[in-house]
T-cell receptor
């Protein structure tokens, strides 16, 4: 079946530190992969996506590469800011099917 | 961009009472809305898919008589937790897919509400 495994948090980083949030998946077909972000008090927002192997999604300085060989979609950012403090969800979706989410990783960036 | 409003954001109720959570698409029509539930330290789990004008489709293990879903219009879906018990305490979040968005693309995205935290005493 389909599933998403995401590194547990919480993660606390100093401003300008490098961020990696690991995400691996299990899928029966060829899913699209997503990272969603939830800022305090707000709904989940799409951060970035990749629809096929070797695609790189990027947005707001965040990047994630669809690695089929390692079934991974790790989220990275070279220099985090306080405003990046949020909960990050990795997700997959196969065509016509539902989304499968990871457990979410809480990130706190301290000045 | 598309906005989904979910209300209430927090609700505390006594055991045995019913609680209604509303999910509204504010600036688009949503033919399909999804209801998720998240227990602490667990994944967001899909509970049901609601389509405007028809019965909701529930995921395996979700009691349809306990979690009543109504999608009476293209902008509103409601989830009613009937006879709530402490084990129903959870974070409920809805999402919507806009009218016209097909299911053929893996890039299909959803717009999520901010979620509703239910605590049953």
């Amino acid at each position: 079946g389909n599933s998403v495994t995401q590194m547990e948090g919480p993660v606390t980083l100093s401003e300008e530190a490098f961020l990696t949030i690991n995400c691996t998946y299990t899928a029966t077909g060829y899913p699209s992969l997503f990272w969603y972000v939830q800022y305090p008090g707000e709904g989940l927002q799409l951060l970035l996506k990749a629809t096929k192997a070797d695609d790189k999604g990027s947005n707001k300085g965040f990047e994630a590469t669809y690695r089929k060989e390692t079934t991974s979609f790790h989220l990275e950012k070279g220099s985090v800011q306080v405003s990046d403090s949020a909960v990050y969800f990795c997700a997959l979706r196969e065509i016509g099917n539902q989304f499968y989410f990871g457990t979410g990783t809480s990130l706190t960036v301290i000045p | 961009g598309a906005v989904v409003s979910q209300h209430p954001s927090w609700v505390i109720c006594k055991s045995g009472t019913s609680v209604k959570i509303e999910c509204r698409s504010l600036d688009f029509q949503a033919t399909t809305m999804f209801w998720y539930r998240q227990f602490p330290k667990q994944s967001l789990m899909l509970m049901a898919t609601s389509n405007e004008g028809s019965k909701a489709t529930y995921e395996q293990g979700v009691e349809k008589d306990k979690f009543l879903i109504n999608h009476a219009s293209l902008t509103l879906s409601t989830l009613t937790v009937t006879s709530a018990h402490p084990e129903d305490s959870s974070f409920y979040i809805c999402s919507a897919r806009a009218f016209g968005e097909g299911t053929s693309s893996g890039a299909n995205v959803l717009t999520f509400g901010a979620g509703s935290r239910l605590t049953v005493l």
